[in-house]
């Protein structure tokens, strides 16, 4: 297993590393029930909901793929009448 | 009929982007994703008579989708947990602040059971209600709390357990996250 070293810490794990890990170098201990402390739990449910809009928003922000489009271009003119405007 | 065909088409148009990226968190696959959203458009356009109007398409449209990956999962027989390579494939920058963080999560989120991680999805990040996503998952409104309580509580002890290994997690959780990849951690 491959052990956590300090300067990892920032660098290979970004926001996670920098919630466990205070400003002192100390990590949050766990509680005697295996929890995390609740202000560390807080942080990370926060830390996660951001981590989803960004990962959500990442893909909404990428251009509509051509055949996406096509197909409903497509859809609508199969559903034109033969003598209608269909306006485009 | 043509008079109703163009505002459907803008209306469904406009809703593709969202329809992608609820297929990919879903799935963690763009491939797929973009098979699944065509599916669901052409599904949503023969059936748009079953619409009611004046209600919520994009809700209507995400159910479709939903409904259609869980057949096509059926149908694909895969297991619960994937290791999320492809997932890590996605719109990524190099370079960028976080870039790893963003792996590791899109990772774990694969690890999830599908129930949960659509629960999360749809009121943590596509930002429906409850209620919505309840309708939308065709379950109760108690059963997506709870399915979305487990989501965060096994990704918070995933994402923890990547960004400290003195924490010694029970071993089940330790062989998930060195399964996944998560953090760094390769299955020796």
């Not at chain 1, 170098?25 to 995390?36: C, N, Q, T, Y």
């Amino acid at each position: 297993m491959r052990r956590l070293q300090g300067a990892a810490t920032t660098v290979g794990f970004g926001g996670w590393g920098s919630i466990i890990m205070n400003e002192r170098g100390e990590r949050a201990g766990k509680r005697a029930d295996g929890s995390l402390p609740e202000n560390v739990s807080k942080q990370l449910h926060a830390h996660i909901g951001s981590q989803l809009r960004q990962m959500f928003d990442e893909v909404v922000q990428e251009p509509i793929p051509d055949k996406l489009k096509q197909l409903l271009e497509d859809l609508e003119q199969s559903n034109a009448r033969p003598n209608g405007t269909g306006e485009a | 009929m043509s008079e109703q065909s163009v505002p459907v088409k803008q209306a469904m148009l406009k809703l593709i982007p969202n329809l992608r990226a609820f297929a990919v968190s879903l799935c963690g696959d763009i491939e797929r994703a973009d098979d699944l959203v065509q599916e669901t458009l052409l599904k949503a356009w023969d059936h748009i008579d079953s619409f009611q109007e004046g209600t919520n398409l994009r809700a209507w449209m995400f159910t479709i989708l939903r409904n259609t990956y869980f057949s096509d999962c059926r149908r694909r027989r895969r297991e619960v947990e994937d290791d999320g390579s492809k997932a890590a494939d996605l719109a990524v920058h190099p370079g960028q602040e976080g870039y790893l963080d963003m792996q590791d999560f899109r990772r774990a989120l694969n690890v999830l059971p599908p129930d949960q991680r659509e629960a999360l999805i749809l009121v943590g990040a596509a930002g429906f209600s409850y209620e919505e996503a309840a309708k939308i998952s065709n379950c109760a409104v108690g059963t997506i709390k709870s399915r979305v309580n487990r989501a965060r509580a096994k990704l918070t002890e995933m994402l923890g357990v990547s960004a400290s290994s003195d924490f010694g997690p029970d071993s089940a959780t330790e062989s998930v996250v060195a399964r996944a990849g998560i953090g760094g951690f390769r299955q020796s």
